[in-house]
């Protein structure tokens, strides 16, 4: 079971029915059935229907977080969908990696630390000019599996999460690419230095200096929502530093790029990216997209001719 970040509300018995989530939803959008959402499920559990019931609306979420910060009742929407997958049988059989040997623990102390994602891994020109930039080590340990059983709802062993967090304790500083994973992040070692790739990019001045008023910047949208009140300034100062047009809207949530559910995101089924990355580009005047994300860059790039770059490979040699 997961953990409520501090000062939300516990359970969708708080909900009072406004639908302020549906305004900031990509699964409404899409589907325009409330049953697919987060008032849908908080109503239908307030008159007893078990979760069992409600697994497509459940799978259906894709946990972008941007529900929470328009929610009246300040309840842990992302919290809520996590704790019922976790009441439902699996979707896939999935694997959690086994305790290292004896002696094999890496020693990051006092060393900045890269938890990349698979996207990141896969777009290895972004990956090198980031650690370079970063002057950041690779984690041995990336945290795939945990990552996927922490958007699948599943209950991580105790000797897996301490095999994962305990070279981490002493690094200098941990940053995360993952977007759910740095939010996880973050609740498990409340006292370290834990910041999305994102913003440790966005933050050097040789990144900012190469972004245009001309370019579209894409905030990954997990790990901004997990913390709009802390990022909603930053990255408005970093829009009137730079010119560039962003993914939020004008509540200040961050549209998502790809609206993955979770099957979609176990690979059961196809992901339907094309319709999200056109809507969010529509009567758009853009030059480039700059994303945060490794993972949105093959969505942009199948639906226009636009340039499409990671915000690691905007920093000059």
């Known amino acids: 079971m997961v953990t409520p970040l501090p000062n939300v509300r516990g359970d969708f018995a708080a909900c009072s029915g406004c639908s302020l989530c549906l305004l900031v939803c990509p699964v409404w959008r899409r589907t325009r059935d409330l049953r697919y959402t ?10 007893g229907v078990p979760a069992g019931e409600l697994k497509d609306s459940i799978d259906s979420c894709t946990l972008c977080g941007a529900c929470e910060p ?18 439902l049988p699996p ?11 004896i002696n094999t623990t890496p020693d990051y102390h006092g060393k900045r630390v890269l938890l990349v994602s698979r996207a990141l891994r896969e777009h290895d ?8 930039l970063l002057d950041c080590v690779i984690a041995d340990d990336d945290g795939f599996d945990i990552a996927l059983n922490i ?18 304790r002493h690094a200098k500083q941990i940053i995360v690419a993952d977007g759910l994973l740095c939010r996880t992040l973050q609740r498990w070692q409340p006292r370290a230095n834990i910041i999305s790739l994102g913003i440790a990019l966005s933050r050097h001045a040789s990144v900012r200096q ?17 913390n709009v009140e802390g990022l909603v300034r930053y990255y ?32 059961i089924d196809t992901p339907d ?32 001719d636009l340039p499409v770059v990671h915000l690691a490979e905007l920093a000059h040699d």
């Open 125 to 132: 020109a972004a990956l090198q000019k980031a650690i370079k």
């Open 273 to 304: 990216d094309d319709a999200q990355t056109r809507w969010l580009l529509q009567g758009r005047k853009v030059t480039r997209i700059v994303v945060e994300d490794a993972g949105d860059m093959a969505a942009f790039k199948a639906v226009g």
């Open 70 to 87: 328009v929610c009246p009742e300040n309840i842990g929407l992302v919290d809520m969908t996590l704790n019922l997958r976790a009441q």
């Open 151 to 168: 958007e699948a709802g599943a209950t991580l062993t105790e000797a897996r999460r301490a095999a994962f967090l305990d070279p981490l």
């Open 38 to 47: 987060p008032h849908g499920r908080a109503k239908a559990l307030q008159n």
């Open 236 to 267: 408005d100062d970093l829009r009137f530093d730079t010119g560039c047009a962003m993914n939020l809207d004008l509540q200040r949530i961050a549209i998502p790029a790809t609206a993955r559910n979770l099957r979609q995101r176990l690979g």
């Open 210 to 226: 190469h972004l245009k008023h001309s370019d579209l910047y894409v905030i990954e949208a997990r790990a901004y929502h997990a």
């Open 91 to 101: 979707s896939i059989p999935l694997q959690q990696k086994a305790a290292p040997a």
